[in-house]
């Protein structure tokens, strides 16, 4: 990705690491492959054509790497010292996520030029008045803020119902994480070696920390943000705060225009997130 507004995403992406915030939610690997995949469709492809090869990428890494929750991938607690440590140390850990994230780009990638139809299934466009969680969120902290990113927000639509429906990290809850880090995450290809290193020690240290320091700073913030909306909505997954997992498009669409829980959700994390920007910034 190139350009001033991919730049923009790659901020929003900074706290999708470690499942939203090292939260242990929905591994950043498969959010940030589910944008990635959006990215390359482009405008002119088909929401519903977009979110079927989404789909099929998250499958692809529940296949291949047991599961797609970071928690249940690395088994450990970032916000515990000790699970930090048995992240790092010896390093079998973190090498295994690095061959997750090497293997998923390749995949990844091999997708542009892969030949894709909907065999024969009808294309039905999202109409433009459908409520898309990450999205409503990204654009109800624009209007209050003037943080946000237009192509970000189109793009966000491949969260819904947990990233494609699958049940996993929420739409509402990525979209405040993402929010907040526009305005406060990281362009790593800007950043020097040693920075992106300083940069990463801070932030995970943050973690540990009741009175974080070197703020304003993505980890720190979005920690708060992270367990404030947990508590609202009980859980950071999907399937778990509206109890089902969704089928399709027509089914996710029914269900999010008459869920009162998802409607306060996302009023919450809208107002979270800028409350958040507001403070910082």
């Not at 350009?3 to 929003?12: P, Q, S, T």
């Not at 940030?32 to 979110?51: K, R």
């Not at 894709?116 to 009808?122: D, I, N, P, T, Y």
């Not at 909306?229 to 950071?236: D, E, H, N, P």
Request: net charge positive; aromatic share 8%.
């Amino acid at each position: 990705m190139s350009g001033r507004r991919e730049k923009v995403m790659l901020r929003a992406a900074t706290g999708l690491e470690g499942g939203m915030v090292a939260s242990g939610s929905t591994c950043g690997v498969v959010t940030g492959g589910a944008l990635g995949i959006a990215l390359m469709e482009g405008p002119m492809g088909s929401h519903q054509e977009t979110m079927k090869r989404v789909s099929d990428y998250v499958d692809w890494f529940q296949d291949n790497f047991a599961t797609t929750l970071c928690r249940e991938r690395t088994g450990v607690d970032f916000y515990k010292t000790k699970g930090q440590l048995r992240y790092f140390l010896p390093g079998e850990r973190v090498g295994r996520c690095l061959w997750h994230i090497g293997k998923a780009m390749a995949h990844v990638s091999s997708l542009r030029d892969e030949p894709f139809s909907l065999k024969g299934e009808q294309v039905r466009e999202s109409p433009v008045h459908d409520i898309h969680c990450a999205q409503a969120v990204l654009k109800g902290v624009r209007d209050k803020t003037g943080v946000g990113d237009d192509l970000l927000e189109k793009a966000s639509f491949v969260l819904d119902g947990g990233v494609a429906y699958k049940g996993g990290a929420c739409g509402a809850i990525a979209g405040a994480v993402m929010a907040v880090n526009i305005a406060f995450g990281w362009d790593i290809r800007e950043m020097s070696y040693i920075r992106t290193i300083k940069n990463f020690v801070v932030g995970h240290t943050n973690l540990l920390r009741k009175h974080p320091k070197a703020m304003p700073e993505p980890f720190a913030i979005g920690k708060g943000l992270v367990k404030t909306l947990r508590a609202k909505a009980g859980s950071l997954e999907c399937r778990q705060i509206v109890g089902r997992r969704f089928e399709g498009q027509d089914d996710f669409r029914a269900h999010i225009r008459s869920s009162q829980t998802c409607a306060d959700l996302i009023r919450a994390a809208v107002e979270e997130a800028t409350e958040a920007i507001e403070k910082y910034r």
